[in-house]
């Protein structure tokens, strides 16, 4: 029986020799499993500097041995906090707050080190640091070779590595086939799981409602299939053809554009889905209420509507807020737009067995970045797709080797396919 929390990644911890030349920059939620990472890239890097996302008020842990940021969210903004004492406060605005905990941390924390000699590593979950240290880098040019690259776990973070010139190469996990496949249907699981809990406790229930999924790719899929035993009543908006015609060969309804009362609004996409066209076409419409909650990260699903949503009288309800707006029409947001896995402070997304693939993929891809330093191009990298990274071999290995740990059997090579994985996952990178 093997007693490691997470077995996989700490294999692969006690196969190699430890990297004391770098700093790595660990941004992810704040949550004991992001902690457990951290300190895992601790023992292989030997220096971390840790962010964490403030989709909820929890703290970090006491007596941490390296620099960890967090945030508390106000009804003025966010107090920004350095292992749990006051830094600064921040005006609103959730990516503000982020950006601004990355900067504290170069400047306070990975500039000494990069002073001293070390590489600076990036390893995150959401894309969130790459305006930031393009500009500390521009104010401190004389350490631009001393950063070996970037890995990302999420697809919007992939995107946000594509945005600009890239200085160092980014790696990205975001299309595995564990990420796509396999976390996607534990992640569908737990946010159909968290719904139910939040209307359960608003004195409501999802089954028999009028769904309405936006975006039906890699998570919007996963999330129909465990919407389903629910008996619920699903429509699909897509805008790309190639995945409608999917939606409709799994025996879905595609969107005819009209609101029904209490119809259940999920955001699936990974960027701005629900415009404020379609908050007017609400608003005009014969639905007298609606719900939106997000299954993709950060709060980019609705903030498209959020300066409409100001207008509107608030009510705060259990872990969501109703927006009533004249004449009586009423949104119900749930966890603030943010994703629904992670907003709950008293509970992890997933569990460290869940994880274990995801950031057992991370610590390679950031591995091989300090092995092929100077080596690789300025450029996104898929890990399970790029030769550099060892291909598809190295990422079916490292499965195969997560299930015989696990005791799990599955076909992985089939289990919650999308149709259209391939396409999508060049998509991710803009190839297609």
Same mark, same amino acid.
Not at 238 to 254: M, N, Q, S, V
Not at 346 to 353: A, E, F, K, V, W
């Given at each position: 029986?093997?007693?490691?929390?997470?077995?996989?990644?700490?294999?692969?911890?006690?196969?190699?020799?430890?990297?004391?030349?770098?700093?790595? *920059?660990?941004?992810?939620?704040?949550?004991?499993?992001?902690?457990?990472?951290?300190?895992?890239?601790?023992?292989?890097?030997?220096?971390?500097?840790?962010?964490?996302?403030?989709?909820?008020?929890?703290?970090?842990?006491?007596?941490?041995?390296? !620099?960890?940021?967090?945030?508390?969210?106000?009804?003025?903004?966010?107090?920004?906090?350095?292992?749990?004492?006051?830094?600064?406060?921040?005006?609103?605005?959730?990516?503000?707050?982020?950006?601004?905990?990355? /900067?504290?941390?170069?400047?306070?924390?990975?500039?000494?080190? &990069?002073?001293?000699?070390?590489?600076?590593?990036?390893?995150?979950?959401?894309?969130?640091?790459?305006?930031? *240290?393009?500009?500390?880098?521009?104010?401190?040019?004389?350490?631009?070779?001393?950063?070996?690259?970037?890995?990302?776990?999420?697809?919007?973070?992939?995107?946000?590595?594509?945005?600009?010139?890239? &200085?160092?190469?980014?790696?990205?996990?975001?299309?595995?086939?564990?990420?796509?496949?396999?976390?996607?249907?534990?992640? /569908?699981?737990?946010?159909?799981?968290? *719904?139910?809990?939040?209307?359960?406790?608003?004195?409501?229930?999802?089954?028999?409602?009028?769904? *309405?999924?936006?975006?039906?790719?890699?998570? !919007?899929?996963?999330?129909?299939?465990?919407?389903?035993?629910?008996?619920?009543?699903?429509?699909?908006?897509?805008?790309?053809?190639?995945?409608?015609?999917?939606?409709?060969?799994?025996?879905?309804?595609?969107?005819?554009?009209?609101?029904?009362?209490?119809?259940?609004?999920?955001?699936?996409?990974?960027?701005?889905?629900?415009?404020?066209?379609?908050?007017?076409?609400?608003?005009?419409?014969?639905?007298?209420?609606?719900?939106?909650?997000?299954?993709?990260?950060?709060?980019?699903?609705?903030?498209?509507?959020?300066?409409?949503?100001?207008?509107?009288?608030?009510?705060?309800?259990?872990?969501?807020?109703?927006?009533?707006?004249?004449? !009586?029409?009423?949104?119900?947001?749930?966890?603030?737009?943010?994703?629904?896995?992670?907003?709950?402070?008293?509970?992890?997304?997933?569990?460290? !067995?869940?994880?274990?693939?995801?950031?057992?993929?991370?610590?390679?891809?950031?591995?091989?970045?300090?092995?092929?330093?100077?080596?690789?191009?300025?450029?996104?990298?898929?890990?399970?797709?790029?030769?550099? &990274?060892?291909?598809?071999?190295?990422?079916?290995?490292?499965?195969?080797?997560?299930?015989?740990?696990?005791?799990?059997?599955?076909?992985?090579?089939?289990?919650?396919?999308?149709?259209?994985?391939?396409?999508?996952?060049?998509?991710?990178?803009?190839?297609?």
């Amino acid at each position: 029986m093997n007693d490691a929390v997470m077995p996989l990644l700490e294999s692969l911890l006690s196969e190699r020799e430890r990297a004391e030349d770098t700093v790595v *920059l660990h941004i992810n939620h704040c949550m004991e499993n992001s902690f457990y990472f951290t300190e895992q890239l601790k023992k292989e890097f030997g220096q971390v500097v840790f962010v964490a996302v403030p989709y909820n008020d929890r703290g970090v842990p006491e007596g941490l041995t390296y !620099g960890a940021y967090h945030g508390i969210q106000t009804d003025t903004g966010y107090i920004l906090l350095r292992n749990n004492r006051k830094a600064e406060e921040q005006p609103p605005g959730f990516l503000r707050a982020v950006r601004r905990m990355i /900067a504290l941390a170069l400047e306070h924390e990975v500039r000494e080190q &990069l002073e001293q000699g070390r590489r600076l590593l990036v390893v995150e979950d959401g894309g969130y640091h790459y305006p930031v *240290l393009s500009q500390w880098l521009s104010a401190h040019p004389r350490f631009v070779d001393s950063v070996l690259g970037s890995v990302e776990q999420t697809t919007a973070g992939t995107r946000a590595s594509k945005e600009g010139k890239l &200085l160092y190469p980014a790696v990205s996990v975001a299309r595995s086939a564990y990420k796509v496949r396999v976390e996607s249907y534990f992640v /569908a699981d737990r946010v159909v799981g968290e *719904l139910k809990r939040m209307l359960r406790r608003q004195g409501s229930f999802i089954d028999f409602r009028d769904v *309405l999924l936006i975006g039906y790719g890699i998570i !919007g899929r996963s999330v129909a299939c465990c919407l389903s035993l629910n008996h619920v009543h699903m429509q699909v908006y897509d805008t790309d053809a190639e995945i409608r015609k999917t939606a409709k060969e799994d025996g879905l309804t595609l969107w005819d554009g009209e609101f029904r009362d209490d119809m259940l609004v999920m955001g699936n996409v990974g960027k701005p889905s629900f415009t404020k066209e379609m908050l007017e076409y609400f608003l005009r419409g014969t639905s007298g209420r609606i719900f939106l909650a997000s299954s993709s990260s950060k709060q980019v699903e609705f903030e498209e509507v959020f300066d409409l949503l100001a207008g509107a009288q608030r009510t705060r309800l259990y872990q969501a807020d109703a927006y009533r707006f004249p004449g !009586g029409k009423e949104l119900i947001l749930l966890a603030q737009g943010f994703p629904l896995n992670f907003y709950d402070k008293s509970s992890d997304s997933l569990t460290y !067995g869940m994880i274990d693939p995801v950031f057992s993929e991370m610590l390679l891809s950031a591995r091989t970045l300090w092995e092929q330093r100077g080596r690789l191009q300025n450029r996104t990298y898929l890990f399970g797709v790029d030769e550099e &990274l060892g291909g598809t071999e190295r990422e079916t290995g490292l499965l195969n080797r997560w299930m015989e740990m696990n005791h799990l059997y599955f076909d992985s090579a089939t289990f919650n396919r999308h149709p259209n994985e391939e396409r999508l996952r060049e998509k991710a990178l803009g190839r297609k």
